[in-house]
């Protein structure tokens, strides 16, 4: 079912996909691809399950009916760094229109459900400005609460000359609602890593000399090492910005229930369709691009089918040191040398 042909050294870990990930159902389910210009009614699209929406999310939302419809909302928007799909603007024209398509967005989503937006850094005259700190002050305009600001750090990617290489972005999420009036959505349980010591025993009290873990292993935490999409990744298509399924998998397993609609603005190639999809999750996917939106919708495909290829969010990490190109060559820095 799975291509499992060995990739090259960097990412050979990436193909170690476990057999609970290969999604067979019972019934055929179907990823749908409307393209804008069509008359778009709300009626017409209301009893889709995975729908990719190609055009300017600002218009989709808009057609929306002003009420909860979304479980959970989830996405990368453009950074503002002048990619193909983008053109780019002063930061605050930015954050306007950012601010805009929250603006449509949070009315509709239902108590109890979340929106994360996952974001790295708007870059000028080698001057970051990191965009969780930017939209932050949007997101407190709206009676949200933060609940976590999730470090999504990664291994690769360029090397800058004049500060230090950029290794994470963020992820902010924020709850409609307080676990004290109505309570969100967060099932710890699916998304538990195993624990460090699960050997680990009470030392003292009544419990002493029982282990002290949880059998299912332990809270993932707010620092999240997931392989980003570069082109040895089992998941990377031609677009330029994917963000990994497994890094949506952890958030759509922990903050949607099943069948519960999920819903990305910017969804690019539809990672967090696939993620939907594998689990059991509707999904709702705006995008600009006809030929990502049209990637997107045959992946999302493929994961109702059982046929995609993806990165778990729990596989362990691949140990570069058993890769022949991490030994240095002479007069190379090697580890051993700062034994
Ligand atoms: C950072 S990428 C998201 C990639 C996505 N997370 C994935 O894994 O494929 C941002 C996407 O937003 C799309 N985009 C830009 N402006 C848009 C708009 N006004 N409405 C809908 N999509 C837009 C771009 O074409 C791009 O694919």
């Known amino acids: 079912m799975y291509d499992t042909k060995r990739l090259d050294?960097?990412?050979?870990?990436?193909?170690?996909?476990?057999?609970?990930?290969?999604?067979?159902?019972?019934?055929?389910?179907?990823a749908h691809l409307i393209k804008a210009g069509k008359r778009f009614e709300y009626e017409s699209i209301a009893q889709k399950d995975y729908l990719t929406w190609q055009g300017r999310t600002e218009d989709f939302l808009k057609s929306l009916p002003k009420e909860p419809i979304f479980d959970l909302v989830v996405t990368s928007p453009p950074y503002n760094i002048g990619k193909s799909y983008e053109k780019k603007t002063a930061l605050e024209e930015y954050l306007e229109w950012q601010k805009t398509i929250i603006d449509q967005i949070i009315p509709r989503i239902k108590t109890g459900g979340s929106i994360c937006w996952q974001v790295g850094n708007f870059v000028e005259d080698n001057q970051i400005f990191p965009l969780d700190i930017e939209f932050a002050p949007i997101f407190k305009q709206y009676p949200l609460h933060l609940r976590n600001r999730i470090v999504w750090h990664f291994g690769h990617g360029l090397h800058t000359q004049r500060r230090f290489s950029g290794r994470y972005e963020v992820v902010l999420w924020y709850t409609k609602t307080d676990n004290a009036k109505d309570p969100y959505v967060f099932n710890l349980d699916p998304v538990r890593v195993p624990s460090k010591y699960p050997g680990k025993k009470h030392f003292k009290g009544p419990k002493a000399g029982q282990l002290s873990g949880n059998p299912l292993g332990k809270n993932p935490e707010d620092v999240w090492t997931i392989p980003n999409v570069k082109s040895n990744h089992v998941e990377k298509t031609d677009h330029p910005c994917q963000y990994p399924v497994g890094l949506i998998e952890r958030l759509i397993l922990a903050l949607s229930n099943p069948n519960g609609l999920v819903f990305d603005p910017f969804s690019g190639v539809g990672s967090a369709?696939?993620?939907?999809?594998?689990?059991?999750?509707?999904?709702?996917?705006?995008?600009l691009m006809d030929g990502y939106a049209k990637t997107g919708t045959q992946r999302i495909q493929d994961a109702l089918d059982g046929v995609a290829k993806y990165r778990p969010h729990d596989l362990p990490l691949y140990d570069h040191t058993q890769s022949k190109l991490s030994q240095a060559p002479d007069g190379y820095r090697s580890r051993e040398d700062e034994r």
């Open 9 to 30: 050294d960097q990412t050979a870990h990436t193909d170690g996909i476990k057999p609970e990930c290969m999604n067979v159902r019972a019934e055929a389910k179907k």
């Open 273 to 287: 369709g696939v993620a939907a999809a594998l689990h059991g999750r509707r999904f709702w996917g705006t995008e």
